[in-house]
């Protein structure tokens, strides 16, 4: 870009003429003006000349900076939506109502052998979650193999797991599987707590059991033994060993079963075989596909589902027999009327389930699993 140079004309001009009246004998005060005059114009069209100037390398550098910039933003967009896609990923394979009711139950049964609050010191809250930790990790070890083994059915199944629908690869699944069960046993042998390491040893050898496709094994084939590994580690595991892990391992208290220990593990005798009965009612279309024998394929969706109503109903009227017989008023209240309101729920839903819509009973399903949750929350108070 060029710039008008008439000021600089102007002032060699000026100069000339103040030379010449300045050999004549002086100027006049109308010549002074004019050149002074002449001068401003000239600084005004430097200062204008510097200014455009300086715009123009300041857009140069912005434009540059933009230019720059914009890869870098695209790429830090780009990382964090596949970041967000994968960590939904994980979720979804880590089967969360699983992880939810591992981790509501494992605290339940840790405060049935707290005596007093004086109990609640940092040491509990150090064992507990010692026991959480390596127990979450190995039930996202036992699903995941699940998935592993199902990916074919899953797709009939439950398309929007990650194996299932490509969102996760085979060998990603490997990986996280196998950190999982490595990362859980660490932590069960560096804790030193027999009860505790003992649950995810019993957890690792039903888990594997029940989904790897070997002979003798892939159990989840068979009804009965597929029921039998989800009672024993839910209704068994989970009540006796973390309550012997904080009792004795914690606490340092010599063992002794409890009123409340024997509700639990009878009670969750009742719910972990309704949870390994009512899980294949919505998935009935894959398990014929691929020969699963479950209750649901050999009996049929309906009768499987008023039987689980049905023995959820006998146990929610045992609990309320038990919590009568409580000589601790508060706890007899919260028993009887905790577990008059889980049966009321449970029953009226029930009602209105469409045992052809495969959303209909899957969200009944899930009600179980909150329902699930909800009597961890009671069972401490059974005393």
Same mark, same amino acid.
């Given at each position: 870009m060029s710039f008008p140079t008439d000021g600089a004309k102007l002032i060699s001009v000026n100069l000339s003429v103040m030379l010449c009246y300045s050999s004549s004998g002086g100027i006049s005060e109308a010549t002074k003006k004019q050149i002074h005059h002449d001068s401003r114009n000239?600084?005004?069209?430097?200062? !204008?000349?510097s200014h455009v100037i300086t715009k123009k390398y300041q857009l140069g550098a912005i434009y540059k900076h933009e230019y720059a910039s914009k890869p870098e933003d695209d790429y830090l967009t780009s990382f964090l939506n596949v970041l967000s896609k994968q960590l939904e990923a994980f979720y979804l394979f880590s089967r969360p109502h699983t992880v939810i009711g591992t981790v509501i139950g494992i605290v339940s049964v840790s405060l049935l052998p707290v005596e007093t609050i004086a109990d609640l010191t940092p040491t509990f809250f150090m064992g507990l979650l010692k026991?959480?930790?390596?127990? !979450?990790?190995?039930?996202?070890?036992i699903v995941g193999l699940n998935q592993l083994f199902d990916v074919e059915i899953d797709k009939v199944n439950k398309p929007d797991l990650p194996l299932a629908s490509g969102a996760f690869s085979m060998s990603t699944?490997?990986?996280?599987?196998?950190?999982?069960?490595?990362?859980?046993?660490?932590?069960? !042998?560096?804790?030193?707590?027999?009860?505790?390491?003992?649950?995810?040893?019993?957890?690792?050898?039903?888990g594997s059991a029940y989904s790897i496709d070997l002979p003798f094994l892939r159990w989840k084939r068979h009804a009965v033994l597929a029921a039998t590994c989800i009672l024993i580690v839910r209704a068994v595991v989970v009540q006796l060993a973390y309550f012997l892990h904080m009792q004795n391992h914690v606490l340092g208290r010599p063992v002794m079963i409890t009123k409340s220990l024997v509700f639990a593990a009878a009670f969750m005798c009742f719910f972990s075989a309704v949870i390994a009965l009512f899980k294949d009612i919505p998935d009935v279309d894959g398990d014929k596909e691929f020969g699963i024998q479950s209750f649901s394929v050999r009996l049929g969706q309906e009768r499987v589902f008023w039987l689980c109503v049905?023995?959820?109903?006998?146990?929610?009227?045992?609990?309320?027999?038990?919590?009568?017989?409580?000589?601790?008023?508060?706890?007899?209240?919260?028993?009887?009327?905790?577990?008059?309101?889980?049966a009321s729920s449970l029953l009226v839903r029930a009602q209105s389930v469409d045992l052809a819509s495969k959303a209909s009973v899957t969200s009944f399903y899930m009600l179980i699993w909150k329902l699930f949750y909800a009597e961890y929350f009671l069972i401490p108070f059974v005393r």
């Open positions: 000239h600084e005004s069209i430097t200062t !204008i000349r026991a959480l930790v390596p127990s !979450i990790l190995m039930n996202i070890y699944g490997i990986t996280i599987v196998t950190a999982s069960l490595l990362m859980s046993f660490a932590m069960g !042998i560096i804790f030193k707590s027999p009860p505790l390491f003992a649950s995810l040893l019993v957890g690792f050898l039903l049905n023995m959820l109903t006998l146990a929610y009227g045992a609990a309320v027999v038990i919590g009568a017989s409580s000589s601790f008023l508060p706890s007899k209240l919260v028993t009887i009327l905790g577990h008059l309101a889980l």
